[in-house]
Structures are given as C-alpha cells and as structure tokens.
C-alpha cells in the first residue's frame, strides 16, 4: 500500500478553505481551463500509445468494460430503492455512479506514478467507453422507456458533452500523431500534467466543501453509500480485470473508475432526461463523499486490493 | 419621439436550460432576446456561479403582450415543477414595435 | 393568466459588499435573490470589473412591497454614507405570488 | 419613504461600442451608468459572448426623462442602422432624486 | 512538401465539436489567455533576435513589407468590385485579406520547425509591420477620405490595439532583454509554445464552426475569394522575399503573411470606420474559409511554391 | 547593486498601454489565474524549505517580525497626520504600508535570482506574518476600539482572505510534502514562476496606470509619502534583519517587506472595517507609485543598503 500522494493536499486545502468561509474562490475559466487540460492530456496520452498497439485485441476487453458500465447501474438501483430513495433519485445516483469521474482517474493516475506503478496504455480509451453507458440505463430505470423521453436528442447531448468531445479529440489527436508529433506539446500537457491536477483539485475541495451539509442532512444512508458503495463497486472492477488479465496497475485503474461517481457528464444529463430527481443528492454523494473517499483511501486500498486478489 | 409600449418578460433559471430555453422561443415566435449569467438563491437552494453546472442565466425577452403571456406559461408548464425558475413581466417603451 | 404585482428592488454597489448585503437579505426575510457582475460609474468614480476589488454587484429581490421599503431603507441607513452604491424599486407582475 | 420617479433607460448593443457609448454619455450629461456582459439574438442575428468581439453589452442609466429621451434618440440617429442594438425605457422609484 | 502538423488536429476537433453542436466551449478568458501568450512569445522571440542584429540593414526591407501591405488591399478591392460586393464590403475584406492572421503566423512558426527550416530572425517585426497599413487603405477605399472619418481616433485605435501593442511590446522587451534576460522567462512562453497554440486552435475550430453557414449562405463568390486569394497573394509575398533575398524558411512566412486574413485587428476597426460593411461576410471568409485553408493546405503549399520559385 | 529584471519590463508594458488607453484588457480570470500560482508557489516554495529546518528557532525570528508589523503602522499613522490626512485615511494607509505586498517580494525573489544572492528558506512565513498584525493596529487606530467594529467577524476576514489562505496553504502542502512529495508539480509552479509573474506584472501595469492620475489630483504629499516612505520603512527592516543576523539576500528581502504596500488584504479589510476611508487614497499610493517606485528602484537601493549597513 503506497503513500499519501501530495497532490491530494490540495484538495484539502480547498475543503479546508470552502468550509472555513474563507474568501478564496477561484473563476469558473480558471476551471475550465484546467479541466480542458486534464480531459485533453488523458485523451492524449492514451491515443499515442494506442498508436502502437494492434486495436482488435483491444476489441473484446473493450465489450467487457460496455457491460461493467451497464451492469454497475443495474446492480446500484435495487439497494438505492431498498434505502428508501425515490425511483427517480435512485435511478440518477446509479447513473452517476456506474459512470466515471476523470478527476479521480487522473489522481489515480499520478498515484501510480508516485509508487511506480506501470499500466496498459488503453485505460484512457476506457474512461470514455465507461462514462455513457451508465448514464443510459439511469434513464430507462427512471422512465421505463417512456415515451416523454427523446432519446434521439439526449443520445447527442451525451455524446456530445465536454468530457466526451475532449477525452475522445485527444485520443484520436494521439492516435493520428503518435508520439513524435505531440512531443513539441508535452510542455504543457505532459510536464504540467501533476501542477495543473493540483489546482483542479483545489477547485474541487472548493466546490465539494459547498455540498458537504448536505451530506448531514440528506441523512445516515448517503454518507452510507457514498462510502461503501465505492469499495464494493472497485472489487466488480477488480473482477473484470481479472478477466481481461490487466496489471497491477491496469487493475487498479479499472477498480478506481468502477467505484468513482460522474460529477459532469452524468449531472449534466439527468438533469435534462430525469428532472425530477433531486441534484443535490446525486451531487453531495459523488461530490462531497466519494470523491474525497476515493482519493484519500480509495485508491490505496483498491491497490492493496489489486495486490491480494486470488491469484492476482 | 413616440415609444409604444411591449413587455419585457425576465427568466431567471438553471443555467444547462440555456439551450432549451431558447429553442422554446424560437419556436414559439420570439424575434430576440438577451442573456447575462447570474447566481443566487431561491426556493431551490443557492446557485453559485463558479462551477458551470450550478449557475444560473438571466433571459430578457420584449416582446407583445400576448407573447410573452404564452411564452410565461410555456415556461411555467414545462420547468417550473421540475427546476429553479422564477419569471415575472414588466411593461417597457420601445422606439421601434415593428422590431419586438 | 392572473398576474400578481410585487416590487423589484435593484441594488447597484460594490462586488466587496456582497456577503454582508446577502446576510441582509437572509436577516430581514427576503426569500430570493438574483446578482449578476457589473462595472460602471457613478458619483464615487469609476468601477471597472478587470481587478477582483473594484467591479461592482447587480442584485435583485423580487418581494412585497413593505419589504422592499424595510431593504430600502436598511442598505440606504448603512452603506449610502460610506459606500458606491444606487437602488431602485419597480413594480413587476408574477405568476405565482406566494413564492416572493 | 418618499420616492422619486426618474427613467432607467436599457441599451443592449454590440460590446465593441462600450468606449463610444460612454464618451456619448459624459458628452450628454449622465451622471452615472452600470454597464453588464450579455449576449443574445436579435435581427442581426446571435451573439455569442465566448469570443472578444462578438459579445453584447447591456448599459443602464437612470436619469431624468428628458435627458433619457435625448440619450434615446442620439443613441437612434448614431448606431440603429449600423450596429445590433435595441433599447428601452422604463419608469423607477430612487430615493435621491439630487442623485440623477 | 512537409507532413501535416499535428498541431491542426486541435483545430479540426473545435471545427468538428462545433458543427456536431458539442457542449464544449471555452469562456473568453481562455482564449484572452492564450492568445496574450501566443502574441508576447511571437514577439519576444522576435526581439531576441533583434538585439543581435544591426538594425539599420532592415530598413530597406521594412520599407518593402509596409508597401506590400498598402499594395495587397488596392489589388483586392478592384477584383471584390468585379465579384459584386457593394463598396463598403469590399474595402472591408480588402483590409483584412491585406492585413495579418497572427494564428496563422504561429501556425507557420510550428510547421518550419516541424521540417527543421530556419528562418530570419526578423519576421515578428514584419507582422506588426503588416498589421495596420492595409487596414487605413481599406478605410480609405471606403471613405474616399470623407471628412465623416475621424482619422486620429481611428488611428490612435488601431495602434493601440490589443495584438499591435503585444507583439510591439513583446518586441521592444525581447530587443531589450535579450536572450540571456528573457532566460527565466522561457518556461511560460518558449516551452509551451506549442501546447498554448493548440489550445487556441482548438478555440478558433469552435469559432470558425459557428461561421461556416455563412460561407454557404453568402454565395460561391465569397468561398471561392477565400479558397483562391491566398495562393495568389502568396505569390506576391514570395515576389517580395525573392526582392529582399529572403531564405527558403523567410519565404514561406511572408507568403503566410501575404496569404493569411485578419480577424481581431481589421474587424474591431472596420466596425468602428466602416460600419456598414456587413462584418458577416469578412469574418466568414477570413475566419471559416481562409484561416483553415492556410493552415491546412496553404502553408504547405507555400512551402513547395518557395522551393520551386524560380532562381530560388 | 544589480541590473534591472527584464520581468518589470511587463509591468512598464501594462503601464504604458493603460496611460495610452490602448485596447488591451485582460480578463479578471486571468489575473486570477496567475496570482493563484504566484501565491501558492511562494508558499510552497517556503514550506518544502521549512521541512529541512528545526522550527524551534524560528520562533524568535517570527515574534520579531510580528513587532515589525505592528510597529511599522503606529510610525506611519502620526506622520500621515502631520501631513493633514483625516484620522481614518492615515490608519488606513497606516496599514497598507506595515502589511506587504506579495507581488513586490515576488520580484524581489526573482531579483536575487538574477544576482545570485541566496536568502533564508523561510521568508515566505515572514510574508504572512506580516501581512495581518498592521490591519488591526490600522483598524485599532481609526476606531479607537470602538464597540462598532465586529471584530471576531473582522479577525475571521482578514485571517481566511485569499493572499492569507493560499500562502499559508501553500506553506503547510510544501512543509508535509518536502522537497521530494512536490517533485511532480514543479513544472507549473516553478519552472513557470518567472513568465507567470512577467503576466501579473503586466496586469499591475494595467491596473496602476489606471490611478495613476489620482496621484496628481490627490496632492503632492500623497506623492512624496509614496516616494519617501518605502525607503525608510527599508531602513527599518533593515534593522530588524540585522537583529536577526539574516544574511544580505533575507536582508533585501525583509528590507522590501517592511518597503512594500499591501494592495489585496489590507484594502478588502480597510473598506469593511474603516468604510469613511477614501479607498482611493490608499490604493494610489500603494498600487500607483511605491509598487512601481518599489519593483524599478527600492529593491535595488535596498541591496545596496544591506551591502553598506554597518557591521553588515
Ligand atoms: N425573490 C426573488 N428575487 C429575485 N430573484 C429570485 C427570487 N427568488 C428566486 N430568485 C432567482 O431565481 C432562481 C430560481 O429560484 P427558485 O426556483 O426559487 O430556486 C434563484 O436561484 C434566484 O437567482
Ligand atoms: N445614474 C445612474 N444610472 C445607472 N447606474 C448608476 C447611476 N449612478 C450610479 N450608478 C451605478 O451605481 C454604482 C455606484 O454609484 P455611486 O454611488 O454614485 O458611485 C456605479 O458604479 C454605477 O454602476
Ligand atoms: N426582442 C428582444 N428582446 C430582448 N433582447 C433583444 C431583442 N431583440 C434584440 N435583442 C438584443 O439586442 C441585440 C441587438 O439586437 P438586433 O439589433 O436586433 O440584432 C441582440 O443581440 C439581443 O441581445
Ligand atoms: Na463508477
Ligand atoms: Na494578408
Ligand atoms: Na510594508
């Protein structure tokens, strides 16, 4: 089980910040432009290894990650309902956490780099084949199909949504380039890399410390879930891993993305397709208690998890 | 100079409605409008502006009277179960109807 | 549709002014706000908005009448003397009145 | 309270006009403005505010109803049938009408 | 001919996100930001180079550079006439096809260094030197010289405008500084060139995309002017490099120069000078049609233009 | 004594482009964005020192420097009276000079840098230990401990504003971290340091120009206190360090601490707790003449007074 990796204080600093009233606040460009980095680096990074790698073995595990995408949402409903949450709220929570959060990805990223870790070079086209999935099965678990719902412009507007436009764009900019054409860019997007995750989360402890009273009030069962659900999600993780015979470090990737919570993409989407499930809920717990459980605990676990699984 | 009256009917709302609002009054006849971003607090809780997804937008439209009457119920039907939404009217001079 | 008058109070003033005029509002009952970004100039000079501590606020309370005067007269016994900042008061019609 | 009635007079118009506009206003006596980013769709088609030179501004300024009616009618003669701009005006309660 | 620069990939995927109607957008600070980065690097590095230079020797040339500036609107205006342009509209685009596309400029930058081309170091002194006597020919073009024009205000305005003042200013602090002083600085500006670049491609691919309609909407002649003017003007600027006795690399950003359209410096004047030009139709063309073409097709084409220009 | 630091050649850039009201604007992001980095960089920077240092003996130092911010403002103040200020603009400006200038110890960080002259790793503590204990004196000495001050409201501002907040932040992620846990994230805060306070300086270019005239109108002994304070405030912090026994780089640097004019916490602090102040008075003097006295001239006559201080 590795260290504490110094990039997360800066989330602290952020919740510690937020939660003290402090003045710090940052511009919404300021995060915008450094998720605009991030989305971009990880889309980058993945498409130049790609570059060298025969794509149809990647097909099969490619389908594996599909069906953990929608199988995670499917699995989530059930124990929502269960704790008493509306159809809807239950839908949109397990649509959020089937689907993924980059920002946990890239923390998990540098994790690996800190204990040096190696991983498959594909993990990157992973997040993206990960992040719509889920979002779809939320919806049919709220609506049942009907016919309020117009899939043809949600299909677009998912699709077509921030994260995906730039994780997608920088893996095909990476694919097409390869490494020799992006190394005049490695100054920005690969050297800052770590600097400009720093800033992003300080932003998110920022933005999450807001959403933390809500965690206390919407009562015990969210803080419940928010903590133990990812866990559990990251062993389905650890599952498929298995089965796709990844590394160590692949293992841990997939673990930290089954049991990270959309805070973007997926938001963005119930809101339009589903809004009658309360925000706030979805929000507070993949916001203000997984996010911080994943990157703080999380993520050394699922390592430590990687590290004794049955014959891993 | 003689100025004929319009209304000018102000939406204050979640901010990821921008693109649906607008389709709404292009479709049901507006000719123009203005949008500033804003934050806030209402009955629906805070909505801060510096995250993307929590703040709010502040749409004017001027437009006849019956317009803006059923571009208020429009509006009041379709988002005001479901989002943080607030609307309210108000009589305006303008120099050019033919515009509005 | 029946319409229902309230006021409109618009305060114009320092962005550094802002948490202080929120707690105002929260203290003296008004259940929603509306702030945007502004610059502008006035009898204290000039407010550009390029440098965090010299834009200024635009906020909006849509209330009852007797509120309204109670916010009017509290920011004007407050902040007029020492501080950049005008109000003024509209009357605007709403849809539902229970909710300002 | 006693309250006074002036004009506020709204102007939403292409951004790259702000310095033209607010030299006009010094040159026609205003004696303060507030001046908000906008963007929106009118007869010269959409304005979006994500690029430097294809944003809106929307300027407002409170004064008597004549200097409203001259500001309107220079504003008329000088920028209508070059530049997107409408404008309107609007009856307001201050409290200082030495103010404006 | 060189290969494509991979840096264009960035502009592709704004161009692609924006037609698809993506969510994806950039507040204005971002590109503010990258752009004030790009103009100081152009310029910096230019006086760097100054400063070990005898500045006497560029006279002559800059003389030349500003005469092709005046020369290109006069020569445009005429042919816009023919292709049924009302006057205001074709003293407008005159101005900007006369004047300078900084982008497109960075563009050439990457793609000398790209193919390992040198360059003279002078070249950012020829942008600013560029930028701004095309724009008061179209205005003349326009006005005929009425006495409705202001021409202190207007000339104090373009002067003063935001990429003359930074490439100017850049330079006179590269001139001063030097390499040694500018040491520190190379970090921000020098380093991640590129990366900022691509960025800004990316926002003008957005831009550009929300433009396109109008290349249809207004006619075959406003394609056509955007897609043939710039080859052809290229070969005037590369009339002029054989004049000054430019090298190869020297040759191919004068032609970039000549072939590439304003859009900050002559639109922001043309509006205020000429209003009743339609700003539509110069944006669409310099914007949606001929800023891509450059960057795309046109550089390297200059490229293999220069290398086969006779006696060169 | 040193050469001038190209880096201030930006802010004469933003001066010069403000005084000629050129176009040139930069969004409120981006000084934001930059000042974000310096903060947290200056922070850090002293943090990952501090982690190699017994704090134990520090705590000497630290007492001495918080009765330099207390003393620095009860001088100011009678004098500021004498002149013919009105009791709440002198404590007003009182405590804009005893509090600091971030901006100002960044140039002279970067100052050393250019002469090769080290200094103690522990400056940046100073920086937050001086920049609070003037605003209350400031305070204390326009209201006389009147009971309309809300202090405990009032500590809580000061205390969490932004400059406090991040610099502190910073110093506690580089002390838990080390030199080692940042390794990662240099790139963007200190390999870009320089070009990242070459943008602010711009910025301050832009913002003093534009108060620039209210050091005319406001009389000439706003001018002269601008002008003739900093050096003496030098003189004293010159003093201190000697008490200290800092070496010539802590020297200049205290030295420029004590010179300095606080232009972010003291200002938002003054305007809440001392509202009948003229803000505009103090942000003249502070941000319009002794920034730019400070940055072009004080620093470098402070390193040539700590060379001649005697015994020094
Ligand atoms: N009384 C009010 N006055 C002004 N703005 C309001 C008021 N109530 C709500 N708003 C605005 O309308 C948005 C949505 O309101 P609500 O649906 O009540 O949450 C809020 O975020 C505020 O920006
Ligand atoms: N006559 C006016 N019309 C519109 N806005 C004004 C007017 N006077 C002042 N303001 C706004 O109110 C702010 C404070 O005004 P003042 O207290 O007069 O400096 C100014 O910065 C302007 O944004
Ligand atoms: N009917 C309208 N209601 C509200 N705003 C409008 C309206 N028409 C135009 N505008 C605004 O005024 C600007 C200029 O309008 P136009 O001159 O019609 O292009 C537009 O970009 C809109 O922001
Ligand atoms: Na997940
Ligand atoms: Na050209
Ligand atoms: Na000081």
Redesign the pocket.
């Known amino acids: 089980m590795g260290a504490l990796d110094p990039v997360v204080l800066f989330f602290m600093l952020g919740m510690a910040a937020g939660l003290a009233r402090s003045e710090l606040r940052l511009p919404p460009a300021v995060y915008e432009f450094v998720s605009l980095i991030l989305l971009l680096a990880i889309g980058m990074k993945g498409g130049v290894q790609l570059a060298t790698q025969p794509l149809g073995a990647l097909l099969f595990d490619s389908l594996l990650v599909i069906l953990m995408g929608l199988l995670l949402p499917l699995m989530a409903f059930p124990l929502l309902r269960v704790g008493g949450l509306p159809r809807a709220d239950a839908a949109s929570i397990a649509a959020h956490y089937g689907s993924v959060s980059v920002g946990t990805f890239a923390v998990a990223l540098s994790y690996l780099l800190e204990v040096g870790l190696e991983h498959e070079p594909f993990m990157p086209l992973f997040v993206v084949l990960l992040e719509v999935p889920a979002i779809f099965v939320g919806i049919m678990l709220a609506r049942g199909g009907s016919s309020r719902t117009r899939w043809g412009e949600l299909t677009r507007e998912v699709l077509l949504g921030k994260s995906v436009v730039l994780l997608l764009g920088g893996l095909l900019i990476g694919w097409i380039a390869g490494p020799v054409g992006l190394a005049g860019i490695d100054g920005l997007f690969f050297d800052l890399f770590k600097g400009v995750l720093a800033i992003f989360l300080l932003e998110m402890g920022l933005i999450a410390s807001r959403h933390l009273d809500g965690a206390l009030r919407h009562g015990p069962f969210l803080l419940a879930w928010g903590l133990l659900a990812p866990p559990v999600m990251a062993v389905i993780g650890l599952g498929f891993a298995a089965l796709m015979g990844l590394s160590t470090g692949g293992a841990v990737l997939l673990a930290t993305l089954a049991a990270s919570a959309s805070y973007i993409a997926a938001p963005a989407a119930m809101r339009t397709a589903v809004p009658e499930a309360n925000p706030a809920l979805s929000l507070t717990a993949s916001l203000a208690i997984t996010f911080p459980f994943n990157i703080f605990f999380g993520i050394p676990l699922y390592h430590w998890m990687a590290n004794h699984w049955p014959g891993g | 100079m003689t100025m004929h009256v319009r209304k000018l009917l102000t939406v204050v709302t979640e901010a990821g409605l921008e693109r649906r609002l607008v389709e709404d009054l292009r479709q049901l006849g ?5 949008i500033t971003d804003a934050r806030g607090q209402g009955h629906r809780g805070k909505r801060a502006l510096d995250w993307e997804y929590e703040g709010n937008i502040r749409l ?4 006849e009277e019956s317009l803006a009457e059923r571009l208020a119920s429009h509006f009041r039907e379709h988002y005001y179960q479901d989002y943080a939404m607030i609307l309210f009217l108000q009589d305006v001079e303008v120099l050019r109807p033919e ?2």
Chains 1, 5, 6 share one sequence.
């Open positions: 507006a000719r123009g409008w203005t004017e439209v001027i437009c515009k509005f």
